[in-house]
């Protein structure tokens, strides 16, 4: 499985983008990047998924380079409510990933 | 209703003792997961279930034990609960295979203290 790098915590003021980004160097070439929210007393919510270049859904968007040995999750115009722990997940989706191993994520803190 | 649920939310329990944590799920999904989560430490696997009958360890296994007799349910018991088990319990389940979205879906959590 390849490892991920994230922040440990990012701050941010409401109505600004925020951009989490997470670093996995040694890719494969069947990993998919998984993205993750966590709120307070809450298990994890799936948010985004890439393979390559940009998705975009109607909670984030995932920029994904060329060569794919990073990932940036990008939150536009964070509100109070976006304050969580964010999780970057790399692997493939039908064998190894299919464990989900969760890193420490990056705790974003979202004030007025 | 659809989707998955733990029980109990909230437990306690004295060292020694056996104590079941409940997850269920009604997607049929194959796959599913147990973790734990400290302060600190963030989310670790302790055990995962690929299908009814195959289980294997994840990264903190000690001291638990899974069973899985049908696809939707994946019971995680502490034979004899020790305090460095006080955690949050989160159980998942996830659809794997072929094009479609593997997207995990968690249980609320039990917490779990040991006395």
């Known amino acids: 499985l390849a490892k991920t790098t994230q922040p440990i915590s990012m701050d941010s003021y409401e109505g600004q983008e925020v951009n989490i980004t997470c670093s996995h160097n040694n890719i494969a070439t069947n990993d998919y990047i998984t993205w993750y929210q966590q709120f307070p007393s809450q298990g994890p919510r799936f948010i985004i998924q890439g393979y390559k270049t940009k998705v975009t859904n109607e909670v984030a968007s995932l920029f994904i380079p060329a060569d794919r040995k990073s990932s940036t999750l990008s939150l536009p115009r964070v509100s109070l409510s976006d304050t969580a722990v964010y999780y970057c997940l790399v692997g493939d989706l039908n064998s190894g990933y299919s464990t989900l191993t969760f890193g420490k994520g990056t705790m974003l803190l979202v004030s007025p | 209703d659809a989707g998955i649920t733990q029980s109990p939310r909230y437990k306690i329990t004295e060292t020694g003792r056996q104590v079941t944590l409940m997850c269920h799920q009604t997607?049929?999904?194959?796959?599913m997961f147990w973790y734990r989560q400290d302060l600190g430490h963030g989310l670790r696997l302790i055990y995962y279930?690929?299908?009814?009958?195959?289980?294997d360890k994840g990264e903190v296994p000690d001291g638990y034990v899974v069973s899985r007799s049908k696809t939707e349910n994946f019971p995680l018991t502490l034979e004899s609960a020790t305090r460095s088990q006080t955690s949050v319990y989160f159980c998942?389940?996830?659809?794997?295979?072929?094009?479609?979205?593997?997207?995990?879906?968690f249980g609320q959590g039990t917490r779990l203290t040991v006395v």
């Open positions: 279930s690929a299908a009814a009958d195959i289980t």
């Open positions: 998942a389940s996830r659809w794997v295979g072929g094009k479609w979205s593997t997207e995990a879906f």
């Open positions: 997607w049929s999904h194959s796959y």
